[in-house]
């Protein structure tokens, strides 16, 4: 129940303070900032595995940022860093602790409680602070009787997969998170507070979309192959589109549907596997590049950008999408030709 129970708190970690953000009418770069630091903080332990000590230094640094904030009014920019590091440092805890108990977890399980904590996150627009302390609270509490060694894992590239994760985890960090950014936004000047409760729901039914098209294709005895292709195809199509939406509604619905493209990630590791060419490890470390380089991206480009930032990284996001089609044909045609030379042998 641990792990379901900090599955939740990471939805809540990682969206909570776009909800804050907007609210307090911070610049779009700062406000994906946040949502970095989080996915800095979940790169961290893979490919850095940390020991304990280190684990509760960091929980007990973002436990004294937060009481500090919360007793003293200091400086925004102050404010800013220190909740940015406490969000690292929790993130690469929580990810790290979660790791190490992840054993016969249903992954539908994990997603819902996930997307439970997607549709709280508008909480932390009201107690940040004194959320970061309940976490931080939490998960010295999962330390306390825990032990994780210190350790350096490695990521390989020569089987070609983890290159189409990256990219599969593009394709969604380009658009996801500024897109909920700009709704909330929206939502927030139509229907004050009770917009980000409401951009959080809608956030939340993407995942929705996204958590039934694998159970739907295993059902139908769907290739994975077949399933990878369209999926992507379809996902591309649709982000193009949507770069060029002016109506709020047809948007909307868009971004529900994107949900149908992403949710065939699965089939990524499938066919590894089928290919004999799966590698945990390095499938784990490039899946969390693809989050952190594609906030990274979202960061620059709104800064850069401004009003314009949505739309470019839209077609960032489409562009990711075809090139996570065409890396798979390039996989496939290297698998093909290797076992063609495997059967002349």
Not at 4 to 26: F, K, M, Q, T
Not at 79 to 108: H, P
Not at 161 to 183: C, S
Request: with cysteine.
């Amino acid at each position: 129940m641990m792990f379901y129970l900090l599955s939740l708190i990471s939805g809540l970690l990682e969206c909570g303070w776009i909800a804050y953000g907007v609210v307090h009418s911070l610049p779009m770069c700062s406000i994906l900032g946040y949502v970095l630091a989080y996915h800095l903080g979940n790169l961290f332990p893979k490919p850095f595995e940390i020991d304990n000590k280190w684990l509760m230094l960091g929980t007990n640094i973002s436990l004294s940022f937060s009481f500090v904030m919360i007793l003293i009014k200091l400086d925004k920019r102050v404010a800013y860093v220190m909740t940015f590091i406490s969000i690292f440092f929790l993130s690469a805890c929580i990810q790290t602790i979660r790791s190490g108990i992840k054993k016969d977890v249903n992954r539908l399980t994990k997603r819902v409680f996930r997307v439970i904590g997607f549709l709280i996150s508008p909480m932390a627009a009201f107690y940040p602070a004194g959320i970061l302390a309940i976490v931080a609270i939490i998960v010295i509490f999962c330390l306390k009787d825990k032990r994780f060694n210190s350790n350096i894992c490695t990521l390989s590239f020569v089987n070609g997969f983890p290159i189409i994760m990256i990219f599969h985890q593009l394709h969604y960090f380009f658009y996801a998170h500024i897109t909920l950014t700009t709704i909330g936004m929206l939502f927030s000047k139509r229907q004050s507070f009770l917009g980000i409760f409401a951009s959080a729901i809608i956030f939340a039914g993407t995942w929705i979309t996204y958590m039934i098209v694998e159970p739907i294709a295993k059902k139908v005895k769907v290739n994975n192959l077949t399933a990878f292709y369209v999926g992507h195809t379809i996902i591309s199509c649709i982000l193009l589109i949507m770069s060029y939406i002016q109506n709020t509604s047809i948007f909307l619905v868009l971004w529900l549907l994107t949900g149908l493209g992403g949710g065939v990630v699965f089939t990524i590791n499938s066919v590894a596997k089928e290919k004999g060419s799966y590698k945990k490890m390095s499938m784990d470390i490039a899946e969390n590049i693809g989050h952190a380089l594609g906030l990274f991206v979202a960061v620059v480009v709104s800064v850069f950008a401004k009003d314009n930032a949505i739309t470019i990284m839209l077609r960032l996001g489409s562009l990711s999408a075809i090139m996570t089609v065409v890396t798979m044909m390039w996989v496939m045609r290297k698998e093909k030709n290797n076992e063609t030379l495997g059967n002349k042998c």
